[in-house]
């Protein structure tokens, strides 16, 4: 098999609080690169790693890890709305085979995702709908959180079992670097926000949704003015992070604890696992190389915003 691997930061903001022109310039060049070289792989199955942002999935159960078997995109922030192509047979088959290498994974026959997973296939292949998809969610916000080594290792497994097809895959991995916007915490919610954590947020009214992203612009809004604001991004963390990926050194993270990681990159820089999982499952298809690196701190969109290209094709 051949395969192809693009990690990309995501953000809800772009479109509603955007950077300089020269910078947002800079950023769609990138992901057209991006999208060109994925073109010219011309991928027949997609795995995507990626997080949610309670859109999807909540207090009432929280998985460390889900495999869709099914998805539905709910369109949050403009994004992308609708169904997710997932071969159902295929999902079933990689989930038995995680599962079987010791790996708690998680299922869903009905997984709702948001931006997060939208915006790697709208921008880097066109659409929701564009090749057959593989869904993977990372828990990334909710506590308790899955660590690095184990992210790892489940990311190795999907490897493993995509190593056994006899098609050209690509990997994504969709979320980071270091950032922390206002998403609400279980220990700190009213109420009114305790009832959403733990799964009545899966059908927001309108207007609630609406005042939902609302806050999200005005804390980017204010970020750019008022730095201290919200956690610092963290270019030498999130540069040393790429680094590692880059020299196949994914196993020296399982000694940075979950409490470090949030300390120096933000409680959202947990995001980055999508990361981990994308590039332990292109090692586990053999040796590769990296290409297209690009990253940015754009406190317009709360991200250490990061590119990634890696391929086994050496």
Not at 40 to 51: G, M, N, Q, R
Not at 148 to 169: C, D, K, P, Y
Not at 222 to 245: A, G, Q, Y
């Amino acid at each position: 098999m051949n395969t192809y691997l693009h990690c990309l930061s995501h953000t809800p903001l772009v479109g509603y609080v955007d950077p300089a022109q020269d910078v947002l310039d800079e950023v769609n060049g990138v992901i057209a690169a991006a999208r060109d070289r994925i073109a010219a792989f011309d991928p027949e199955l997609v795995v995507l790693f990626a997080p949610d942002h309670y859109n999807g999935f909540f207090y009432d159960v929280m998985p460390p890890f889900c495999l869709g078997v099914g998805a539905h995109a709910i369109g949050d922030f403009s994004s992308a709305a609708g169904v997710l192509p997932v071969p159902p047979a295929l999902a079933e088959a990689c989930a038995h085979e995680v599962m079987k290498s010791g790996i708690d994974l998680a299922v869903s026959y009905c997984m709702q995702v948001d931006h997060g997973f939208a915006q790697p296939l709208e921008f880097l292949l066109g659409g929701l709908d564009k090749v057959p998809v593989l869904p993977v969610f990372i828990n990334g916000v909710a506590p308790p959180l899955p660590g690095f080594q184990r992210t790892r290792l489940m990311g190795e497994a999907i490897g493993r079992f995509l190593s056994t097809l006899n098609q050209r895959v690509l990997i994504l991995g969709s979320g980071g670097l270091s950032h922390q916007p206002p998403v609400p915490e279980l220990v700190h919610a009213d109420a009114h926000m305790r009832d959403r954590l733990l799964g009545s947020g899966r059908a927001l009214p309108p207007d609630e949704r609406e005042l939902r992203q609302q806050r999200v612009i005005n804390a980017a809004r204010k970020f750019v003015s008022e730095p201290d604001s919200l956690h610092p991004l963290n270019p030498v963390w999130d540069n040393r992070f790429m680094t590692l990926l880059e020299q196949g050194k994914v196993a020296e993270l399982d000694a940075v604890s979950n409490e470090e990681l949030s300390a120096l990159a933000g409680r959202s820089a947990h995001e980055i696992k999508t990361w981990v999982a994308a590039f332990a499952a292109l090692s586990a298809c053999g040796a590769f190389r990296t290409e297209g690196r690009y990253y940015r701190p754009i406190p317009q969109w709360i991200a250490g915003f990061g590119s990634l290209s890696a391929t086994t094709q050496i």
